[in-house]
């Protein structure tokens, strides 16, 4: 039924954007669904590849990177308690900070496609480690008890109950940040310094008032955050298939 209802929205959204271009909304500027598919066909695989594996590539390090700190300071936050503080305040202001002024600066001092990888970490950044640190701290009061009670200290109840605990709202914060972390690396590549990617192949289109392969480009950045997401729910499902169940519950 869920399916059905996605397969539904997706089909009411051509439609309307068929519509808007039919009326000529915006002056004009938006084509039609049949426009931009045969722009697409037109520019080939070798305007898309490229620069899809690219920026794909850049979003899979900065979600790699910036997920991997965000749960490693979860856990040490259950290690060490005092350092919540501490924490908490990073995370919000990785949250908070103006990545658009941040990113010129990491372009100016490491270049390079340094500053994709560094905005799409920082997408991930906050809402991993907020759902991480919800996770560990669902875990069942009784089985920690438990744990102590048999002699075990803060590694061993981490290990044994709480990451268990926290697999349900990780693996949701992992789905989330897949998609922020293509927002991230194609905002990367809007700030310059490279000369490939969705954002920088959207930056030429915008330029040469191309408007269907500016759309065509736009779409193709969507696939490829739909599809982050979809590998992650899939993984997701794999490795802790009961995350799932609970979820249709």
């Not at 045969?38 to 690219?54: E, S, V």
């Not at 392969?213 to 992650?232: D, E, N």
Request: glycine share 12%; with cysteine; proline share 5%.
């Amino acid at each position: 039924m869920k399916r059905l209802g996605g397969t539904f929205g997706i089909l009411a959204l051509i439609v309307f954007w068929w519509i808007m271009a039919d009326l000529r909304v915006a002056g004009g500027t938006i084509p039609s669904p049949w426009t931009v598919v045969h722009t697409m066909y037109t520019d080939g695989w070798a305007l898309y590849g490229p620069n899809f594996r690219i920026t794909a590539l850049g979003a899979l390090k900065g979600f790699v990177w910036g997920n991997g700190l965000a749960i490693a300071l979860a856990i040490l936050v259950m290690l060490v308690p005092p350092i919540e503080s501490l924490a908490t305040q990073l995370a919000i202001l990785s949250y908070c900070t103006p990545l658009l002024a941040l990113g010129p600066i990491i372009l100016v001092v490491f270049g390079g496609r340094t500053p994709t990888v560094f905005l799409a970490a920082m997408y991930c950044f906050f809402t991993t480690m907020v759902g991480t640190v919800a996770g560990l701290r669902s875990a069942d009061r009784t089985s920690l008890d438990l744990v102590r009670a048999y002699g075990g200290g803060r590694w061993q109840q981490l290990w044994r109950v709480q990451l268990f605990a926290a697999l349900p709202n990780t693996l949701a914060a992992l789905k989330i940040a897949a998609p922020s972390a293509v927002l991230g690396a194609i905002i990367g590549e809007y700030l310059g310094g490279v000369d490939s990617g969705i954002g920088v192949a959207l930056t030429a289109a915008q330029t040469s008032y191309n408007v269907p392969r500016t759309w065509g480009m736009a779409l193709a950045a969507a696939v490829l955050a739909g599809l982050g997401y979809a590998v992650v729910a899939l993984a997701a499902r794999l490795v802790a298939p009961w995350t799932g169940a609970e979820a249709r519950a």
